[in-house]
């Protein structure tokens, strides 16, 4: 990997391997998808870089229908969307690590096909937006309990079988099954995934709301 990508996240951040996942306390977390916004600071012309790129990747262009450039990337496995200004949205990593591959791939392609070359010096901003994860706490839950006593949560199981918990700290959001798994979003960095589902078990904890697996 070259020193010209740079990840825009909070100080501390520690970047999980991708394919790892965070064990601690009986929680299994594995992240999912990874989404974030980059710059890389040069205009692209995006009906010649679409003619290009043909030849190497899958691309999809219809302007008519949306304004920017959608390439797969097949390594790591990741989707783009890439726009004239040079800012682009890539999706579908498993870490911050690979949105910096697929920039480093990404950005050399471009660079290659692109005649507004850009600064050279001028690292990528990469900014991580969502991680979406997915995890079982090691317990069963009494949703029912959960929606009485837990503030800032909802639970229709009507509608849907999960109840749905909203965190401030971190800020993120937990869809909480009855078998314990959960699935979280609105992460913005992936400590902050283990953390939130850390303090979710702990709040069901306190209010009684785990129950031994029998089959455990």
Same mark, same amino acid.
């Given at each position: 990997?070259?020193? +010209?990508? %740079?990840?825009?996240?909070?100080?501390?951040?520690?970047?999980?391997?991708?394919?790892?996942?965070?064990?601690? %306390?009986?929680?299994?977390?594995?992240?999912?998808?990874?989404?974030?916004?980059? +710059? =890389?600071?040069?205009?692209?012309?995006?009906?010649?870089? *679409?003619?290009?790129?043909?030849? /190497?990747? %899958?691309?999809?262009?219809?302007?008519?229908?949306?304004?920017? $450039?959608?390439?797969? =990337?097949?390594?790591?496995?990741?989707?783009? $969307?890439?726009? /004239?200004?040079?800012?682009?949205?890539?999706?579908?990593?498993?870490?911050?690590?690979?949105? !910096?591959?697929?920039?480093?791939?990404?950005?050399?392609? $471009?660079?290659?096909?692109?005649?507004?070359?850009?600064?050279? #010096?001028?690292? *990528?901003?990469?900014?991580?937006?969502?991680?979406?994860?997915?995890?079982?706490?090691?317990?069963?839950?009494?949703?029912?309990?959960?929606?009485?006593?837990?503030?800032?949560?909802?639970?229709?199981?009507?509608?849907?079988?999960?109840?749905?918990?909203?965190?401030?700290?971190?800020?993120?959001?937990?869809?909480?099954?009855?078998?314990? #798994?959960?699935?979280?979003?609105?992460? !913005?960095?992936?400590?902050?995934?283990?953390?939130?589902?850390?303090?979710? !078990?702990?709040?069901?904890?306190?209010?009684?709301?785990? =129950? %031994? +697996?029998? *089959?455990?």
């Amino acid at each position: 990997m070259t020193q +010209d990508e %740079e990840v825009v996240i909070e100080d501390g951040d520690e970047d999980i391997p991708e394919g790892e996942v965070y064990d601690d %306390e009986g929680i299994v977390v594995n992240i999912q998808n990874v989404v974030a916004s980059v +710059d =890389i600071y040069f205009k692209i012309p995006l009906e010649k870089v *679409a003619s290009i790129l043909m030849t /190497s990747s %899958e691309v999809s262009y219809i302007p008519e229908q949306f304004p920017g $450039l959608v390439v797969k =990337i097949k390594e790591p496995k990741t989707s783009a $969307l890439v726009f /004239s200004s040079g800012k682009m949205v890539i999706t579908g990593a498993k870490s911050a690590s690979g949105i !910096k591959e697929a920039v480093t791939v990404l950005r050399s392609q $471009l660079r290659q096909s692109s005649t507004t070359k850009g600064p050279k #010096n001028k690292a *990528a901003k990469i900014t991580v937006q969502n991680i979406v994860a997915s995890g079982n706490i090691g317990y069963k839950i009494d949703l029912e309990l959960a929606a009485l006593l837990l503030e800032n949560s909802m639970y229709e199981p009507e509608q849907f079988p999960g109840l749905i918990y909203r965190l401030k700290k971190p800020k993120t959001v937990l869809l909480l099954f009855q078998t314990g #798994n959960v699935v979280c979003t609105g992460a !913005k960095k992936e400590s902050y995934v283990f953390q939130a589902v850390k303090h979710v !078990k702990d709040d069901l904890m306190g209010i009684e709301a785990l =129950i %031994e +697996d029998e *089959a455990a």
